[in-house]
């Protein structure tokens, strides 16, 4: 009896560990988003070296980042400590890097540079033109919880990173206009 008791206690125990390490694990369905539509009111930008547009939301500003990059941000709500933004940056990629090869490299260092980060997602991105791979994760930055949906976009021998960066209690608020930006992207 005292056998079956302990089996019991085994199976219990190993299909508890096996339901965490899956429920921890990302979701990896792929992302489309060739069907996201900017609304009519949605803005244009160029970048200023020409090497990539989008559009907008009209009700966002476009500005440069601290470090240069092209920023588009969401008028800070009432209440709010944060302002949702997208940060589009052309990235250097040295000759011969797969697409799989800068993903996986991009994880570990989300992972080393914020502790405490959960990957909810890693998958296959489709934007209109283009095929990359899409990050959502979540996190504590200073004293902010903060949700990030990062978009890698590897095109010859140019890649772009898109980052969206909200509060996490707002990120399904923001995140379709966030989609807008990314669906218009277009390298050249």
Known sequence: MKNKSALVVALILTLAL????RAADPNTTPVDLTAVKPTADA???KAADGSWAAKYPATWEAKKSQTG???FLAQLAAGAAFRQNVIIKPLAVPEGVTLDAFVKEALADIQKQIQGVTVETSAPLTTPGHAGHLFIYSGPFQALKLKWAQAFILQGKSAYLMTFTCEQAAFDTHWPAAQQIMATF???
């Not at 096996?18 to 390490?21: L, M, T």
């Open 43 to 45: 803005k244009d930008h």
């Open 186 to 188: 277009k390298g050249q």
């Open 69 to 71: 990059a092209d920023m």
């Open 18 to 21: 096996a339901f965490a390490a």
